[in-house]
């Protein structure tokens, strides 16, 4: 059983920056890609970025490429997602999610694994 938990979200203005931390628990942080996904209110959860557990790549979203960074520390179980530059439409609850593969697909649905309650994030203009 693996435990996610997120934090580090809260209410910015356009432009700012802000950087999620998700700490996991439980079985080894090194065996498992990890990513992260965002919910605006009546969407789909979508993807954001991710960092696979064997090569340690870095995969985002069209969205967010050179505005985010996603990092991992497998020695204090932590993955963090730095946001940059963010835009209103960045507003959303983001999620951790924990992936017992190497593959790292884009559809929230394949990472059936662990997620954590995730943290608001919200962007005025």
């Known amino acids: 059983q693996v435990q996610l938990v997120e934090s580090g979200g809260g209410l910015v203005q356009a432009g700012d920056s802000l950087r999620l931390s998700c700490v996991a628990s439980g079985r080894t942080f090194s065996s498992y890609s990890m990513g992260w996904f965002r919910q605006a209110p009546g969407k789909a959860r979508e993807f954001v970025a991710a960092?696979?557990?064997?090569?340690?790549?870095?995969y985002y979203a069209d969205s967010v490429k050179g505005r985010f960074t996603i990092f991992r520390d497998n020695a204090k179980n932590t993955v963090a997602l730095q946001m940059n530059s963010l835009k209103p439409e960045d507003t959303a609850v983001y999620y951790c999610a924990a992936r017992e593969r190497s593959t790292i697909p884009t559809d929230a649905g394949a990472w059936n694994d662990y997620w954590g309650q995730g943290t608001q994030v919200t962007v005025s203009s």
């Open positions: 960092r696979s557990r064997s090569s340690g790549s870095a």
